[in-house]
Every structure is written in C-alpha cells, then in structure tokens.
C-alpha cells in the first residue's frame, strides 16, 4: 500500500490552528492512520503560530512558508492599493505552490479556512490533486466557495452549508480535556466558589475589537449593584485588553486574565455555566460541549458570526446581543440578568468520543 503525502492549509487564529495541531496528533498517535501517512505538509504564512506548532512534530510534519493575498472589501484608497499589491502576492505563493506540491509529490490538500490557502488549492488543481474542506460557519467565507467547487468531498458543521457536504460538527482540540488532570493554581482558587449559589460567567470576547465590550461590562458592573452581587465573573481580556485589568479591579467578584492554555480553559469550562463570548463556531462549539449558556455578541463587521449566533439561538436557545445598536449596554444587562437564577445541567455526554468523531470521519475519507 502506497503511503500518502497529506498537506494541510489553514489557520490564523489559536482556535483554527490548535484544531489542526489536534488532527495532526490524531494521525501520528492512532496506528491505522499513521501507517498510511508518509509525510504531512503545513503550508502557511512564515513567523506564525501555525509555524510554531509545526516545529512539534518535525520528524512528521513539514512547514512551507508561502505568500497570498487578502480581498479587501473595505472602499478607502488604501485598502485598494492593497488589494492589488496583494493580487501580485497572489501569484506568488500560486508558483510557490505548484513548486512546493510538484516537489513533494502530495497526494492530498485538506483545507478550511483563511486566505493564505487559497494558492495551495489553485496549486492542487492545477496538479489534479483530491482536495478536501471543511467549513465551520452556517456561511461561508469566499475563500471555503471558491474551495468547494475544486473538492472531492466537503465536511461542515450545520446542514446545507454546501450541498452534499459530509456534516461532521466542528474540529476540536483534545486539549481542551487533557488526559491527565495536572494541579492548577486556577482549581485551588474556584475551590471557594464551587461551594457558592451564585452561577459564574465566563467572559471572552478576547482582542477584536471587543474593548468597548468590556468596557461597557465594567460600566454595568459598577452601576449595577445586583448584577455585580449575583454572578461570579472570569474576564479573559486577551493580550490587546490587559490594560483594562486594573479597572476590574474595582469589582470584588471579577477574576481577569490574559491569556489561558487550554487546559486552564478546560477547567473553566467545566466550572462555568454561562459565557459571554463572541461568534467563533469553535469557542461556541467548544461552550456547547460542556454545556454553557451563551450570551453571543457577534463581530459587527462580519457576516458569519451573526448568521452563527442566529443558529445557536434558534437551536440551543442562546442569547444574541448585538453591539453597534443605541441598546446595547441595556440589552446586555438584560440577558445577563434573565439567567441569575441560571446553572448549567450536567454534562452527560463522553467528550473526548465527541471531540475524536468528527476527526476520525474526515480522516477515514482523506485515507481512502
């Protein structure tokens, strides 16, 4: 049997890039998996997060640094400006590619977001190489339609997303519920609040764009001594926000942090029964699996991230806020107050087998 060569294009923020660490892992850790893989290729953008995960797996995986372009929507001169400097770049890393796959004669190209892959499926057309996606949004992105007209089989996580698409829910990482639970600093501190009535918010809206939310939080917080009194609050502000950390201060039942590992988010997951959380399908889906009610504030700006709160309020019976409207700050006190008396049921499911699913079914097709 011929060993295949799999190359894997996506990424951009920690919740693509740590879902694709974990396929990785699950192809170097499970035999039948292993043993029809000579070699994995990860092509991104160089000096990045998906570069820096690479160099874990060296004997395995191979990172290949290539250029691309980005559509800007935007109408400023500048914007445009960039779009055609980034057309050039475009061509690029299409010739980059084509070197790259020629070269390393790969068999397959698995992909699922962002644009630095696009060249790299372009490049895999060309060479009429089986193309894989996955698309995590109820819309998706320009890049994933273009992707989709080239593929051999797509994946996604709600229905008729594309049509004929395997639905697999979304790609998770492991890492969220490590095998060996190690003593944290974090679980001594909620030690205290386990004994407590009070439901705790978890708050991660994280560095885009989301200052204003957490600034409007702290507004609230202060204003409303009732709100303030009934909730524990853990506010992860991102690296963009930490200095917002000393206005929480002032509020006797937040806890900030910077920046958690996944195992730290584990136990926060586990520990809180409501979030206050952004649009991303992965942070959603990964709330979904311990069973958070969420208060979702789509990024404005965005087409995906409302039409995936409207999903998650139609079919789990979350909360939407939106944030550019004159209501916003009394739209969220209102959904943060309706679930005072809220706790989360109890988590019934086996996570890990509900993490390893969706994996094993795109593998089992990338493998055939």
Same mark, same amino acid.
């Given at each position: 049997?011929?060993?295949?060569?799999?190359?894997m294009?996506?990424?951009w923020?920690?919740?693509h890039v740590?879902?694709?660490k974990?396929?990785?892992?699950?192809?170097?850790s499970?035999?039948?998996? %292993?043993?029809?893989?000579?070699?994995?290729i990860?092509f991104?953008?160089?000096?990045?997060?998906?570069?820096?995960?690479?160099?874990?797996?060296w004997d395995k995986v191979k990172?290949? %640094?290539?250029?691309?372009?980005?559509?800007?929507?935007?109408?400023p001169? =500048?914007?445009?400006?960039?779009n055609?400097?980034?057309?050039?770049?475009?061509?690029?890393?299409?010739?980059?590619s084509?070197f790259?796959?020629?070269?390393?004669?790969?068999?397959?190209?698995?992909?699922?977001?962002?644009?630095?892959a696009?060249?790299?499926v372009?490049?895999?057309?060309?060479?009429?190489k089986?193309?894989?996606?996955?698309?995590?949004?109820?819309?998706?992105?320009?890049?994933?339609?273009i992707?989709?007209?080239?593929?051999?089989? %797509?994946?996604?996580?709600?229905?008729?997303?594309f049509?004929?698409?395997?639905?697999?829910?979304?790609?998770?990482?492991?890492?969220?519920?490590?095998? =060996?639970?190690?003593?944290?600093?974090?679980?001594e501190i909620?030690?205290?609040? =386990?004994?407590?009535? =009070?439901?705790?918010?978890?708050?991660?809206?994280?560095s885009?764009?989301?200052?204003k939310?957490y600034?409007?939080?702290?507004d609230?917080?202060?204003e409303?001594k009732?709100?303030c009194? %009934?909730?524990h609050?853990?506010?992860?502000l991102?690296?963009?926000?930490?200095?917002?950390?000393?206005i929480?201060?002032?509020i006797?039942s937040?806890k900030?942090?910077d920046?958690?590992?996944?195992s730290d988010m584990?136990?926060l997951y586990?520990h809180?029964d409501?979030?206050l959380?952004?649009g991303?399908t992965?942070?959603?889906?990964?709330?979904k699996l311990f069973?958070?009610?969420?208060?979702?504030?789509p990024?404005?700006?965005?087409?995906?991230?409302?039409?995936?709160?409207?999903?998650?309020?139609?079919?789990?019976?979350?909360i939407?806020v939106?944030?550019s409207?004159?209501?916003t700050?009394?739209?969220?006190?209102?959904a943060?107050?309706?679930l005072?008396?809220?706790?989360?049921p109890e988590i019934?499911?086996?996570?890990?087998?509900?993490?390893?699913?969706?994996?094993?079914?795109i593998?089992?097709?990338?493998l055939?």
């Amino acid at each position: 049997m011929k060993k295949k060569i799999i190359v894997m294009a996506w990424g951009w923020t920690g919740w693509h890039v740590f879902p694709i660490k974990s396929l990785i892992e699950t192809i170097l850790s499970e035999k039948k998996y %292993s043993d029809q893989i000579k070699q994995i290729i990860r092509f991104w953008s160089k000096n990045s997060l998906e570069q820096e995960t690479a160099t874990e797996f060296w004997d395995k995986v191979k990172f290949i %640094s290539i250029l691309s372009w980005k559509r800007r929507r935007e109408t400023p001169l =500048k914007s445009r400006l960039k779009n055609i400097r980034d057309l050039f770049l475009f061509t690029v890393g299409f010739f980059q590619s084509i070197f790259y796959l020629r070269k390393s004669k790969a068999d397959v190209v698995f992909c699922k977001w962002w644009y630095v892959a696009l060249p790299v499926v372009f490049a895999a057309k060309f060479f009429h190489k089986s193309i894989y996606v996955h698309e995590s949004d109820v819309k998706p992105w320009l890049v994933n339609r273009i992707w989709n007209k080239f593929s051999k089989k %797509s994946f996604c996580w709600f229905d008729w997303v594309f049509p004929w698409a395997i639905v697999v829910w979304q790609i998770l990482s492991d890492e969220i519920v490590p095998n =060996k639970h190690k003593k944290s600093e974090l679980s001594e501190i909620l030690k205290s609040e =386990k004994q407590d009535w =009070k439901p705790s918010i978890l708050v991660m809206w994280w560095s885009q764009g989301s200052k204003k939310l957490y600034k409007c939080l702290f507004d609230l917080l202060k204003e409303n001594k009732t709100l303030c009194d %009934s909730f524990h609050y853990h506010i992860i502000l991102g690296k963009l926000n930490e200095d917002l950390k000393q206005i929480f201060e002032e509020i006797h039942s937040a806890k900030t942090y910077d920046f958690l590992s996944q195992s730290d988010m584990w136990i926060l997951y586990q520990h809180c029964d409501i979030s206050l959380t952004r649009g991303w399908t992965t942070s959603l889906a990964e709330q979904k699996l311990f069973n958070l009610k969420s208060i979702i504030v789509p990024i404005p700006w965005t087409h995906d991230q409302k039409l995936n709160a409207e999903r998650y309020v139609k079919n789990f019976n979350d909360i939407m806020v939106e944030q550019s409207t004159p209501t916003t700050s009394q739209d969220l006190y209102n959904a943060i107050n309706s679930l005072k008396d809220y706790h989360k049921p109890e988590i019934l499911i086996d996570i890990h087998k509900e993490i390893w699913k969706a994996k094993h079914i795109i593998l089992d097709e990338l493998l055939k």
